[in-house]
């Protein structure tokens, strides 16, 4: 072999080497890089773990806080424990043991038993003067009532509201799942029957002026009045009658109360709330 082909030689052979070595440092920063990448990861995914369970902490700590301090508020207002008198609102939820024994009334309607025949004594004797009255909704289930709720919470949504606004009010429409006086069984949608639409013109109506004028006889009253909003949480509803039995239902009528001021319960709202 010449001199020439020699120094070509070992000049291939040096690339060559040259070239191996650029491959082993390549393969070798690579996987440095990547094992890198990867505890960088591991690490981010520990960080973003800590950051939920922290604010789930203080989350279960807020809800913690505030069902404290709703039983709190109740336990001070020393409100009666009589099962005609129990006081739901967006402020005092369901007992969780909460449990009452139901009733037919006709129509797929349902109504706690123990209010059964003074409801249909009352019926009848506005029948008998010629007002007829009608049931277009009574007791509710949960899942119901999560129905009315999150349809009435779309319905502004539409409308345009911010999902936040549309939550605000259809809580003053619709009661929150949980707080519903439907879900006791002691309350009723009531209509008359030239007009049955739940709005404020039902106050127009025979069947309103019958019942205002003589549901306390029964055990009734108008639980949401034109005016209380503030204090019930609930928009006027002309339509919405709840049982309190009899000694009850005359005493709030003849003072013009709520059902949270004949008890001595706080307001729903300290000042009206406005979107």
Not at 94 to 102: G, N
């Amino acid at each position: 072999m010449s001199r020439r082909q020699k120094k070509r030689m070992m000049r291939l052979i040096g690339c060559a080497v040259l070239m191996f070595c650029a491959v082993i440092l390549a393969g070798v920063t690579y996987l440095y890089l990547g094992t890198q990448e990867v505890r960088a990861q591991e690490n981010g995914r520990r960080e973003e773990a800590s950051l939920e369970q922290a604010l789930l902490n203080v989350l279960e700590e807020e809800t913690q806080e505030g069902l404290a301090a709703v039983e709190e508020a109740q336990e001070e207002e020393e409100l009666p424990k009589d099962w005609n008198l129990i006081l739901v609102n967006r402020t005092h939820p369901i007992p969780d043991d909460y449990e009452v024994e139901l009733k037919p009334i006709g129509s797929g309607h349902q109504i706690d038993a123990r209010a059964y025949e003074d409801f249909t004594a009352m019926i009848a004797e506005a029948r008998s003067e010629g007002v007829y009255i009608y049931v277009t909704s009574s007791y509710r289930t949960m899942d119901k009532q999560i129905g009315l709720h999150n349809q009435k919470i779309e319905e502004y949504v539409r409308q345009g509201y911010s999902r936040s606004e549309a939550k605000k009010l259809a809580a003053q429409v619709v009661a929150v799942p949980g707080t519903s006086e439907h879900q006791l069984g002691l309350a009723l949608d009531l209509v008359s029957s030239e007009y049955r639409g739940l709005d404020e013109r039902q106050e127009n109506t025979k069947g309103f002026q019958w019942l205002k004028a003589h549901c306390s006889e029964y055990g009734f009253i108008l639980r949401y009045p034109n005016g209380k909003t503030r204090i019930t949480g609930i928009i006027y509803e002309p339509w919405h009658f709840r049982y309190v039995g009899k000694k009850a239902a005359a005493e709030i009528t003849r003072a013009g109360q709520t059902l949270e001021e004949y008890l001595g319960a706080k307001p729903v709202f300290e000042e009206e709330e406005t979107i």
